[in-house]
């Protein structure tokens, strides 16, 4: 099940996904009103019927698969977790995706993933959100300048 986790990243990749197994598994979206019902085959695989979009980025690639250092160049923070991932996919022996899913302040639990499933869940791991700008400090109102 997905569980909120502020200031962890939860990752999985594919390879060799069409772009229709994409769309069907991971993006278009069953809604019923049977609220056991999972939402698409990615939250059932999760163990899961919802999970909230606000904090998920989902892309295909292309039909090619990419190196994993150009899979994640356009994701939200990647400069904070990618070398953690790459490290993670190389005890997997995977060198590439054509496929991401980055979903932040989030963790699996139980740490588990089906073998059936088009994805492979890298894993869970730290990064760091944009820190909010700070904002000028307001003129007291006896400031006269």
Known sequence: MFKRKKGFVSVWIGQRITKKQFQEYAVDEN??????VPLNGFAKDA?????????????????????????????????????????????KDIRSANTVIVMYDTA????????????VYVGCGAYEPEKPKAEPPKPRKDDHS
Do not use: C, M, Q
């Not at 292309?62 to 993670?88: P, Q, Y």
């Not at 740490?111 to 994805?119: I, N, Y």
């Open 108 to 119: 699996i639990s139980p740490a588990r993933w089906p073998k059936h499933s088009p994805l």
């Open 31 to 36: 809604y019923s009103e049977d609220d056991d």
């Open 47 to 91: 163990g899961d019927t919802f999970y909230d979009h606000d904090f998920v980025e989902a892309k295909w690639l292309g039909k090619n698969d990419k190196t994993l250092e150009v899979a994640f160049l356009d994701f939200s923070h990647a400069d904070t977790f990618v070398n953690e991932i790459v490290k993670r996919v190389d005890k």
